[in-house]
């Protein structure tokens, strides 16, 4: 009796010394919540701004999306490198080497930068989202308070110390920037660890959790899209939807990709002599080209696609069949010159324009059902994790009706991308691997 309360008494002991450093993974979890939910308004106020711009006269945006181009990739490559595209190749290529990569790719400084250069090009109207930079930003800003915890400690929580905060600062910033928990869960597991252990699962989770009271404090519990209105009856004609939705966001998907990962294939000599030797020139480049695609099309092709997905789904835009392929477009556009920026959000506009304009051939079938699947199809061939990707649309759509069709979606989707290129987000981390 003696030998177990002296036991119990040490245990209760050490339990206690690392209570404030265990509080200080607390305040991490609950600043990345923080964060998210600043940039997250950031941006939006950047582009409501780029909005009344180009509000005024249509030919502004000709000046003023390959002004901020050239300007953000001077920036990115003078004081940031490392904080370009989305920032979830960065995570990644940490997990393998954590102890070479992790102080160099997530840092304050490629915080700060990641956050101020893509205001910087949502400002010009550049076709990015802010779900991609909001991971990395919640990956660098946890890791980094490894330097406030003690060398034994690290001991005590074992080798992949600096792994499991990258890691869970990554989920919590997807579940902040999407308000959904489930999926910063699943996309941890799926796309940025590949598997799951015990002693990590508590450390992810706990962040997941912290981050999203905070989010949830200051924004409410909104779903991303707004629930949509699926009645109880299902068309006959569901399940061949489903595959066709899955096949072509399939190849649409991963044929994007190709163009991203092979663009010395494709590119003409020109341009990619302009990319490798003036690289801010080939920027303001590709800003003239984002611009005169978003003029052609009205305003449309700019920004995330944030809206646009939102009025498809509620029936109150419709947008021509051309729409999903000028969107890659714009988002190549926006992606090449290698300013931060992400494509979570412009990959769930495409998949629901795919989705619209399916409907003119299954009339039959309710709108937001279609783009419902051609969202999580091209999420899903974009990123090659179905099941982050039918969660994240669950989660944002309040979808549960929908969750057969939208797995059958993503697996066949997923599927049809392989065939065309590697999983995405995998072969841009070798990029720094190889460095």
Request: proline share 4%; with cysteine.
């Given at each position: 009796m003696r030998i177990s309360s002296?036991?119990?008494?040490?245990?209760?002991?050490?339990?206690?010394?690392r209570w404030p450093y265990f509080g200080l993974?607390?305040?991490?979890?609950?600043?990345?919540?923080?964060?998210?939910?600043?940039?997250?308004?950031?941006?939006?106020?950047?582009?409501?701004?780029?909005?009344?711009?180009?509000?005024?006269a249509w030919w502004i945006?000709?000046?003023?999306?390959?002004?901020?181009?050239?300007?953000?990739?001077?920036?990115?490559?003078?004081?940031?490198?490392?904080?370009?595209?989305?920032?979830?190749p960065q995570v990644i290529a940490t997990r393998h080497a954590v102890r070479e990569l992790g102080p160099r790719l997530l840092t304050i400084r490629i915080l700060i930068g990641k956050i101020a250069v893509s205001f910087l090009a949502v400002l010009g109207g550049f076709a990015i989202g802010?779900?991609?930079?909001?991971?990395?930003?919640?990956?660098?800003?946890?890791?980094?308070?490894?330097?406030?915890?003690?060398?034994?400690?690290?001991?005590?929580?074992?080798?992949?110390?600096?792994?499991?905060?990258?890691?869970a600062g990554a989920a919590?910033?997807?579940?902040?920037?999407?308000?959904?928990?489930?999926?910063?869960?699943?996309?941890?597991i799926e796309e940025l660890s590949r598997s799951f252990e015990q002693r990590t699962s508590g450390v992810l989770i706990t962040a997941i959790i912290f981050a999203g009271i905070v989010s949830l404090a200051l924004q409410g519990n909104y779903v991303y899209f707004g629930t949509i209105a699926i009645d109880g009856e299902?068309?006959?004609?569901?399940?061949?939807?489903?595959v066709i939705l899955g096949v072509t966001t399939g190849v649409a998907g991963g044929v994007f990709c190709r163009i991203l990962l092979d663009v010395e294939h494709w590119m003409p000599r020109r341009l990619l002599a302009l990319r490798q030797e003036?690289?801010?020139?080939?920027?303001?480049?590709?800003?003239?080209?984002?611009?005169?695609?978003?003029?052609?099309s009205r305003g449309h092709l700019f920004g995330?696609?944030?809206?646009?997905?939102?009025?498809?789904?509620?029936?109150?835009?419709?947008?021509g069949p051309t729409y999903p392929l000028l969107k890659m477009a714009s988002v190549v556009g926006s992606y090449l010159p290698g300013t931060p920026g992400g494509i979570f959000a412009p990959s769930l506009a495409i998949g629901a324009g795919m989705g619209n304009a399916l409907h003119s051939v299954f009339g039959q079938m309710q709108l937001p059902m279609l783009i419902a699947l051609g969202m999580v199809g091209y999420l899903a061939a974009v990123t090659q994790s179905p099941i982050t990707a039918f969660v994240i649309v669950i989660e944002m759509i309040n979808g549960h009706a929908l969750v057969i069709s939208l797995m059958a979606t993503a697996l066949i989707s997923s599927h049809f991308s392989k065939l065309f290129a590697p999983p995405l987000y995998e072969a841009l981390a070798q990029r720094y691997l190889g460095r």
């Open positions: 002296l036991v119990d008494r040490r245990a209760i002991l050490r339990g206690m010394q993974f607390l305040l991490g979890a609950v600043a990345t919540g923080l964060v998210a939910v600043i940039y997250a308004r950031l941006v939006d106020f950047g582009y409501d701004i780029f909005l009344r711009i180009t509000a005024h945006s000709l000046l003023v999306t390959p002004s901020v181009a050239a300007l953000g990739v001077w920036i990115t490559r003078r004081w940031f490198p490392g904080s370009e595209g989305s920032g979830i802010r779900e991609g930079p909001t991971i990395h930003v919640g990956a660098a800003l946890m890791f980094s308070l490894r330097r406030l915890y003690p060398a034994r400690l690290r001991a005590v929580y074992g080798i992949g110390f600096e792994q499991k905060l990258a890691l919590a910033g997807l579940s902040a920037a999407f308000n959904a928990p489930l999926a910063g869960v699943v996309f941890a299902f068309p006959n004609r569901l399940a061949v939807a489903v003036r690289p801010v020139v080939f920027g303001a480049v590709c800003g003239l080209f984002v611009a005169a695609l978003g003029v052609c995330s696609g944030y809206a646009e997905a939102q009025n498809m789904l509620e029936g109150h835009s419709q947008l």
